[in-house]
């Protein structure tokens, strides 16, 4: 039966389910590059240039090994511009039996396909993706019947599951979890390793120039572009952090630096998601690098839970909770998305730092997305939808399945507590514990209110007071509210006015820049 196997470009694993009894000579591998793809938010240029290279290094691998792939360029001049599109041409091209195609990771996507069999008028079959280490048939089974989800019960079914870090049926180091040993400032005099980047060959130069032609008005800096875009170098930059950069990695998880976009994180989340990598690779590379003496144990089980928990957990919560997840709004925010969000321009220096970081290099690590960005967004109330389509444009890693609930639970609780038990909520203290920011800055992170403030301060406390209906009997943030509670009427005034007007600053227009601001919504 001869049949078309489609490969979306968040699909670059040789191991595909879709590629499963696949027949050389009978058989033919479908990639598409899509207009609807590269604008249904407006990417970073880098993730663009990112992603295509990838396809096209990808494409040229299986030719090599004898597979027959019909690929379509973007700028082919017949190209319709949407994967349905592209399906129907091709099927009209190749007359196949049938269509195979492995579950996308998106929900709009996967709604798309549920029309594809009988547009084309053939079986179209879609496979589980089983680069996942818990399917969603054993997450939905995990879930079934519990009050709450939580992540840390996940983590370690999933550790007994796999075996990874596991002696004597209980956890190396008899301890589950060493987050307390992870929560250090970067010192003075610790200076995280330069990071492995790799120069553009021909095919990634080629789709350079493309992105920098058509996606001008796109977020994101190009220049310098130096992500791996085959297997072969995405494992060398495994490698390369295994080595440089694990051994640390748990004791400045938590850290922020100004002028120190990667510290001593990994960078593959944009190779595992669009599966250059795979999760039980990278995972095992750690454990080998700790049984070897090469890492410690805080480092290596803080890293391995990142992906065999947190984010096989955030997978498994999407596909149980969409599509209403999406539609949520716990806190009811309704504040638009503050230009500095695009433009970098505002004199709050942790933020300005983030978004520098993540326009230079499609990139900020967890603690920026979380406790800067997304802090604001959480505090300001900013509308669900303008920040999760921020964050799903801006990075290099971001595919829907894995950003919303990381942006809707964790960093704005716009699902009202289903991912986290509590909203990360912080004032100005915790940027300042936890990084060089404030030294620098235009406000004072020790000034509550007045003159200096920093802004996190009055919106901290004006954020618990209207939640407080919400908020105020979740036990996590009984602490917050006593604090509270101990102000004078006259004080909480005042962080009221001051975070009124902070507000309300946020909307005036003469914040916007004749920037041309990116369409949200396609
Ligand atoms: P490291 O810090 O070195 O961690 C190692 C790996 O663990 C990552 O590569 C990633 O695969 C995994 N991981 C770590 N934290 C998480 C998490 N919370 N959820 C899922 N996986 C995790 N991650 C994405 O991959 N795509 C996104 O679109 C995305 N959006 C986010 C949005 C917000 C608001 C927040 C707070 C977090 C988001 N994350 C997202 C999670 C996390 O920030 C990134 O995975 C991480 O920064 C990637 O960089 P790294 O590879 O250097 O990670
Ligand atoms: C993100 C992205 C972009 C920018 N471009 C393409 C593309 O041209 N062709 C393609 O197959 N995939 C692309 N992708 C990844 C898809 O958006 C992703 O596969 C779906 O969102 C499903 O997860
Ligand atoms: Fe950010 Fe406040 Fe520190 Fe400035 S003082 S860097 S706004 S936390």
């Not at 299986?62 to 792939?69: H, K, Q, T, W």
């Not at 547009?119 to 709450?148: H, N, Q, T, Y």
């Not at 970081?357 to 997305?369: E, G, L």
Request: net charge negative; charged share 25%; proline share 6%.
């Amino acid at each position: 039966m001869k049949t078309l196997v489609l490969i979306l470009g968040d699909q670059l694993s040789r191991d595909l389910s879709a590629l499963d009894g696949f027949e050389p000579g009978r058989d033919l591998v479908l990639m598409v590059e899509v207009a609807e793809e590269t604008t249904y938010v407006p990417h970073h240029k880098q993730k663009i240039a990112f992603i295509l290279a990838a396809m096209r290094h990808f494409a040229q691998a299986l030719r090599e090994e004898g597979l027959s792939v019909d690929y379509v360029a973007l700028d082919d001049p017949a190209n319709t511009g949407s994967f349905s599109g592209e399906l129907a041409r091709a099927v009209a091209r190749h007359r196949p039996d049938r269509v195979i195609v492995t579950e996308p990771g998106e929900w709009r996507v996967r709604r798309m396909m549920d029309d594809w069999a009988q547009d084309l008028g053939l079986p179209v079959e879609i496979r589980d993706d089983d680069r996942f280490l818990c399917s969603r048939a054993e997450f939905a089974a995990w879930a079934d019947g519990r009050k709450s989800y939580r992540m840390e019960f996940f983590y370690r079914e999933m550790r007994r599951r796999t075996g990874l870090l596991m002696e004597d049926d209980g956890p190396v180091g008899g301890q589950w979890n060493f987050d307390a040993e992870n929560r250090k400032r970067l010192p003075a005099g610790v200076t995280p390793p330069p990071r492995l980047r790799f120069a553009p060959d021909g095919v990634t130069t080629e789709v350079v120039e493309l992105v920098a032609a058509r996606f001008d008005g796109h977020f994101g800096d190009l220049d310098g572009f130096g992500w791996a875009v085959t297997r072969d170098d995405a494992l060398r930059a495994l490698a390369h952090f295994v080595e440089q950069a694990l051994p640390r990695f748990g004791d400045y998880q938590d850290a922020m630096a100004e002028g120190e976009a990667f510290l001593f994180h990994a960078l593959v989340s944009p190779y595992l998601n669009i599966g250059l990598l795979l999760p039980r690779e990278v995972c095992l590379a750690a454990e080998t690098a700790y049984r070897a003496g090469k890492a410690p144990l805080n480092a290596v089980e803080g890293f391995i839970r990142q992906i065999l928990g947190w984010r096989e957990y955030v997978r498994g919560i999407y596909w149980l909770e969409m599509p209403g997840y999406a539609q949520t709004n716990a806190l009811d925010a309704d504040r638009p998305l503050p230009w500095f969000y695009w433009s970098g321009e505002t004199d709050m220096n942790c933020l300005a730092s983030a978004v520098a970081d993540t326009r230079r290099n499609a990139y900020a690590h967890h603690i920026q997305r979380l406790m800067v960005t997304g802090n604001f967004a959480l505090l300001a109330g900013i509308r669900p939808a303008e920040i999760e389509a921020w964050y799903l444009a801006v990075y290099a890693d971001a595919f829907e399945w894995v950003e919303l609930p990381n942006t809707h639970g964790m960093a704005i609780f716009a699902d009202g507590g289903l991912l986290g038990s509590k909203p990360y909520a912080a004032s100005g203290a915790y940027i300042d514990r936890m990084s060089d920011y404030c030294g620098p800055c235009a406000y004072d992170p020790k000034i509550k209110t007045g003159e200096g403030a920093c802004p996190f301060n009055p919106l901290y406390w004006d954020f618990l007071i209207r939640n407080r209906d919400r908020l105020g009997n979740n036990p996590r943030m009984a602490m917050p509210y006593r604090n509270l509670d101990r102000m004078t009427p006259a004080h909480v005034a005042t962080i009221r006015r001051e975070a009124a007007a902070i507000l309300d600053g946020l909307d005036a227009p003469a914040q916007a820049k004749p920037i041309k601001q990116p369409d949200l919504f396609g």
